[in-house]
């Protein structure tokens, strides 16, 4: 396995990763029937909820964010230039 | 016995003989030894050498100097600054191990000023000695000055003026405070919206200013960014702590803090996607973990405040080896700009997973510092039930983990290429350790610290105020939030083209203000300054002409009467002399002043006699 590490790092990481998200989503929907999980918001019990909330936020927050830089992403001497003092 | 030694004195006054050391070697060897002799300090205070410190809220009273009519206590001690102290010690000294290489000294002596008056603002002990605060608002500007760059000196002038007006608000809240109690007592304060809490209001603005908490965020982003690759690493530790340290002692369980908190945990965060500095990014992210820390200042439970606490003293480790980390790409590659950078892993691979370790910490993942205090403020926030303020913390997670642990050293030292940009990669070694040697001791103690902590939380529980009875590593918590980051990973790698740097500036808070000071200028500049201009030019020729008079008065009014002669003569038109006229005149002005005319003496005293007549009129009706 190390060897396996050291030539193809990548693709161990690739492997590694698919095997977690999968393993994650299957514990989800066996954790949630039995009693492991004890959660305080009754939102926090649907379904994939942590999932879904990772991926939505993560996204919303770069595309949302991408939109304001559409009003607020100026030039790197914004407040440099047109003044004459440089300060 | 002394009674005690004030490790932050001792710190403050070593710092200015730091310059006096002639040996570059003894001198940062003595360096090393500034936080090493603190340290010694806390562990004779924690044994107990100086008397037994009693459990919180009781504390240690020491150092107590007569001050007009009140008494100064340069020493409360108990169990929260002294888990404070520790941590600002420890870290000082891994930073001190990273700022080795500096040549300039001053750098040093700015840097360890710095430490001590921060240590000397925590163990303040009344809300006068707390104005250790205005030496830490000056100390650090040094460190930003030192950078050499236009930006930076006015980035300095920024960093001062905030946190000068800041502590102006801390003083008139203060002073309000003393009149209407006579207290000086550092400790809760009421809050309340309206007129009688005025005094309050105002010191708990110039704690948030200091604590950088939204809408008055950007001086620190604005600042740190321009410091000195290893200054830098010293303002994130200290001020904005000190400030929750302070918010702590005076405005627990405030509702507001709670709000403002969960909303900048997440706002920042939105800017930090758009950021192209390294150094930058970083900022942000220190405004949005300060966000946890007010929100559990907000709560006020004894569990938020646990957690507030905690992770302030967790993010001053992992926060510093995060900007080490930048840092390190600063020095070595001499840009931390995301756009010319990119495949320096194979250059500086050391320094890019100690730089992990404190990316791990600061996403909160199990058995890193970031998870055992962050979880704390969090489920503090379930159970109030309050689910907005869950939620905000809960997404600013994922964005922390988005931006420290993905976006930076992707940007940074991946972006999936082998190689640097040529300009970078001629500034390399060929070797895997291009870092500086003692940049990476730094960084290992700190990273090493991120782990132990994580792993064994007890080390760092004990030491709370309050007693914890809370158990990080839960099946529900560890799961939850391992899903959250591998859903987190899957909506960055989609989305990876879009959070690539852009050579851009991102425009905060502070636009109004600056703007606003652009335009005051502006006007001093243009308006005023022609105004004044104008009305000088005026003032002078009144001057010049009654100068002008005052050498001849009888020749000059015979000048101005032709003058006007002259002038009545032109406008009618009527004779055809004119030029004479004028020719004569211009010949009186050549030889003017001529010769002045001679006065007898009875005429002198006759003139002298009707000032005194003049001045008795004066005297008589013109004074009631």
């Known amino acids: ?87 | 016995m002394t009674e005690w030694i004030h490790p932050g004195v001792v710190i403050f006054l070593g710092a200015f003989l730091i310059p006096w050391i002639k040996w570059r070697t003894v001198r940062l060897a003595y360096l090393l030894l500034l936080p090493l002799i603190g340290l010694t300090l806390l562990l004779l205070m924690s044994s107990g050498y100086f008397g037994q410190i009693p459990a919180w809220p009781g504390a240690l009273h020491k150092w107590q100097i007569p001050f007009l009519d009140y008494s100064l206590e340069l020493g409360r001690i108990d169990k929260m600054t002294m888990v404070f102290a520790y941590i600002y010690l420890i870290a000082a000294f891994c930073m001190n191990l990273y700022a080795l290489g500096v040549k300039n000294k001053w750098e040093h002596v700015a840097a360890m000023i710095y430490l001590g008056s921060s240590l000397g603002a925590i163990f303040a002990g009344d809300l006068f000695t707390l104005f250790w605060l205005e030496i830490m608002s000056w100390a650090p500007v040094f460190l930003i000055w030192f950078r050499g760059t236009r930006k930076a000196m006015g980035a300095a002038i920024r960093y001062v003026l905030w946190h000068h007006f800041s502590g102006a608000c801390i003083l008139a809240g203060v002073v309000i405070h003393l009149y209407h109690t006579g207290s000086i007592e550092l400790t809760r304060l009421p809050w309340g919206w309206g007129g009688e809490h005025l005094g309050y209001n105002l010191m708990l603005l110039g704690f948030i200013i200091n604590s950088a908490t939204t809408p008055f965020h950007s001086w620190l982003s604005d600042t740190y960014s321009e410091a000195t690759p290893s200054g830098s690493i010293y303002m994130t530790a200290f001020t904005t702590k000190t400030a929750i340290y302070c918010l702590i002692r005076t405005f627990p369980g405030v509702e507001l803090l709670m709000w403002l908190g969960a909303i900048q945990a997440v706002f920042a965060l939105f800017l930090a996607v758009l950021e192209n500095d390294g150094r930058r990014l970083c900022s942000y992210h220190i405004i949005s973990q300060i966000g946890y820390m007010v929100a559990g200042v907000g709560i006020g439970t004894e569990m938020a405040i646990n957690g507030a606490i905690s992770h302030a003293l967790c993010h001053i480790i992992y926060n510093a080896l995060l900007y080490m980390g930048a840092g390190c790409v600063l020095v070595v590659a001499g840009t931390a700009k995301f756009h010319e950078l990119g495949g320096l892993y194979k250059y500086m691979p050391i320094s890019f997973w100690l730089y992990m370790v404190g990316g791990f910490s600061i996403s909160g993942f199990p058995l890193f510092n970031g998870f055992i205090s962050k979880v704390m403020t969090i489920e503090a926030a379930e159970l109030i039930h309050n689910a907005p303020i869950y939620l905000l913390l809960e997404g600013a997670t994922v964005g922390t983990f988005l931006h420290t642990g993905l976006k930076l050293p992707w940007n940074m030292w991946l972006q999936g290429k082998d190689e640097p940009p040529p300009n970078i990669r001629a500034k390399l070694k060929d070797s895997a350790l291009n870092t500086p040697v003692h940049m990476l001791i730094g960084m290992s103690i700190l990273a090493f610290l991120c782990i132990f902590m994580g792993v064994y939380p007890k080390i760092l529980y004990d030491r709370l105020p309050y007693p914890v009875e809370f158990i990080p590593f839960t099946t529900t918590r560890v799961f939850s939030i391992m899903q959250m980051f591998i859903f987190t990973f899957l909506g960055f790698w989609f989305l990876r083209k879009l959070v690539t740097g852009y050579p851009t500036y991102t425009l905060d808070t502070d636009w109004p203000f600056r703007m606003a000071g652009r335009k005051l200028i502006w006007f001093c500049e243009e308006p005023l300054m022609g105004f004044a201009r104008v009305m000088d030019r005026k003032v002078m020729e009144v001057v010049n002409l009654i100068v002008w008079i005052s050498k001849n008065p009888a020749a000059a009014f015979e000048i101005k009467k032709k003058e006007m002669l002259l002038a009545g003569q032109r406008r009618l038109a009527k004779s055809g002399s004119i030029d004479l006229c004028r020719q004569s005149l211009e010949e009186e002005k050549r030889k003017y002043p001529g010769e002045l005319p001679g006065l007898t003496l009875g005429a002198s005293i006759i003139l002298i006699l009707f000032s005194f007549l003049l001045y008795l009129a004066l005297y008589l009706f013109a004074i009631p």
């Open chain 1, 1 to 87: 396995m190390m060897s396996f590490l050291r030539q193809y790092p990548k693709r161990f990481f690739w492997v590694s990763f698919f095997i977690g998200l999968v393993v994650s989503l299957i514990l989800d929907v066996l954790w949630l029937r039995s009693d492991i999980l004890h959660y305080h918001f009754p939102f926090q019990y649907v379904p994939q909820f942590f999932a879904i909330f990772g991926l939505l936020g993560c996204m919303l927050l770069i595309l949302i964010a991408k939109g304001m830089g559409y009003f607020i992403s100026k030039d790197e001497d914004y407040y440099e230039k047109d003044s004459r003092r440089q300060v």
